[in-house]
């Protein structure tokens, strides 16, 4: 799939308007709308599409309710002979005229002509209020826009909170609150469906109630001083903050061949908090509508926030959309903005240089002599090729050759917000990876555990996450496990430099977990084991540290569904703190010319544990304890016997395969020595060793066997002091 698409920022002074025309490899083309501009502005749009050829609207944005952004839109739909508009995507009018009260008569007047656009377009278009999530593409799944801002939760707090109030009383707007998670409504919650539309990303008016609740009445002169004394908020801006910061955000992106191309349209955005937050990693814009004209950026509680939020989202190149108005756009945008490596293109046309010393204004118009910013820029994008109609005003990311220049230095201190802010993103993201390896571990208990059980690969997790529309939590999953691994959430397997091997995840064990797997491993009446090498110490804690576990893991995987693979890093060490937490003894026993140690832990001496092996044998069983020890033809002849449960016994399972091992011999209980020849039970390892026996002539009677067969498992055992 592949197409071409082309973004017109249209001229019209200071406002926005844009026009983005779709052409796909086979098809009609799609054409969207992104603002007007003030008046004047929709003649000027009009223009624009006659010569875009275009007989139909597919989608028109107005991002918010400024005159310089909804006055011209409302000039075009009034036109006579204006093209049919299928579907049109505006701000969501009521929770405004909830607190119209509040607002200058500049805003309520900007709130009247957005109702009254939508009023000469209900006839023949689809009108709804997006919100973050919403999204549109083109029949051919080329083209894709996304909402990513304003926050459902934001909207829902104009519309129906009791609080809302403050959000007009503070600048910046004050919208740290929006990456906390959301409480959970009520029962008996009038508003549910409200509510349901606003989580669906696209609000249909016919779902907001006309009762919509009162809210907290104060003096509006008196709030509007108070923000003046405060901030330094002009009575005819007052509430403007809650207007830009709640525009629509579109993310578009365009399938030309190869990866997407993405372009951001950020309204007046000004406050970028939310944005930052949801995406820390950026958004991969190579395209940017410079947010609020080129006003300045906030983040936090930093109002100029020009640098933090540049190299956040490092485009190729920006749309400036200023004629000097309000000493638009401002040198500090323009700065920052070069200093990432993008292209700016003004609407307006500088008429001079700065050649050396600082500049005298603080608005890169005034200081250039800039023209009115009537300049139409037309930007053609296919899959190997961007071109601008216009020369840049500024040019740093472009694909010609450049000259040798002398580097300035501009030192950016670290943001301690937006750590904070990707923090919370990636702790969201953690909750998300934990829920799903707990569910994972979940079915896997309800199937039944299993020896070799696999945990989930990364890549997996990755995928999951993409069929989720989890995307930004795809790309970083690294950093999502890693984070995970740090707060105790999960448990993952290292990999080298290279990653030859597959990096793999599982849910840590609970504390309900741990509980069961404790008490699975103190029902037991001795557990054998084994170390390799001898050049451990004698010390306790450290000979069951280097064990041989593959057994107790593969018990562990059929028992709690837990793999292999993180019994010896995760679980052993906890389980071996409670051994020595409950006093359990640790023997050890060498011999001469082996390469093993074997180990006997036990919660009592050698001689109780003996007494306690011998009165829990079942005397009917004593056949099958001896045929048990005996050997055949590399088969354990019978069975293990039902009441040997109680013991961890790693040597007892069906053909396995003997290393050397060392002869020992047993004393039976009869009066005549017969010399028996066994591997030690303990002595295993990977190469699974099965028990030798070269003929029992003793007594056979049941308390002989059972006392012959608990010998077998503790003779030869020295304390570990």
Known sequence: MSGTLQVEMVGVGHGDCFVLRWQPKEGDPNVIVIDGGPRGGGRKLDATLK??????????????????HVDGLLE????PKRAPIKRYWGPCLPAFQRHRWLFPPRIT???????NLEAALRSDT?????????AWQSEDGGLRIRVLSPAGRLIERLLIGDDALALFLEQPMPIGWLVSPPEEAGPEDRYADLRAAIASGEIDPAHVPDNLPGTSRVDPGAASAEAQRDYGIEPEFFGNSVLNDTSLILLVEADLGGAPKRLLFTGDLQTFTYLMANYPMGLGAEIVKAPHHGSRS??????DAYDEVWQWLRPRAVLVSAGGKHGLPRHDFRNAALRTGASL????QRQKELLAGPPRENSCHAEFACTKGER??????????IEANAQACGAQGTAHASPVIQMVQHLVDPSAILDRLTTAERDRSVKWLHDVLKDAHADRMAAGGEAGLKPVSQIQIAEMATAR??????ASMEIIVDAAVRAGKIWASNTDRFHREERCAWVMPSEVHWRKLFAWLLNHAVILLSIEKRQVGLVPRELLLAADTKYLAQRVAELFAFPEDMFAPIIWPRLVERLIEKKWQVFHAEFDGDNFTSILCAPVGIEETFQKLVASFDRGDAGAYLGTISCSSHSISAPIPASMVGLIVPSWSPIRRAPTGREWILRSTSSEEHRQVFCNPGLVTDEERWLLYNGYRGNEEPEAAVRLLAAYFVGGYERCK
Do not use: N, Q, T
């Not at 075009?76 to 036109?79: E, F, G, I, T």
């Open 51 to 68: 010569e875009l050829g275009a007989d139909k609207i597919d989608l028109m944005v107005l991002s918010h309710s400024d005159a310089d």
């Open 76 to 79: 075009y739909a009034k036109l």
């Open 109 to 115: 007047r900007g709130l009247d002509v957005a109702a």
């Open 126 to 134: 689809h009108i709804s209020w997006p919100v973050e999530h919403a």
């Open 298 to 303: 906030h983040v936090g509680e930093k109002l």
């Open 345 to 348: 293109f003004c609407a307006c």
């Open 376 to 385: 139409s820029i037309r930007l053609d994008i296919a899959r190997d090729r």
């Open 469 to 474: 529309g989890f995307f930004r939590a795809s």
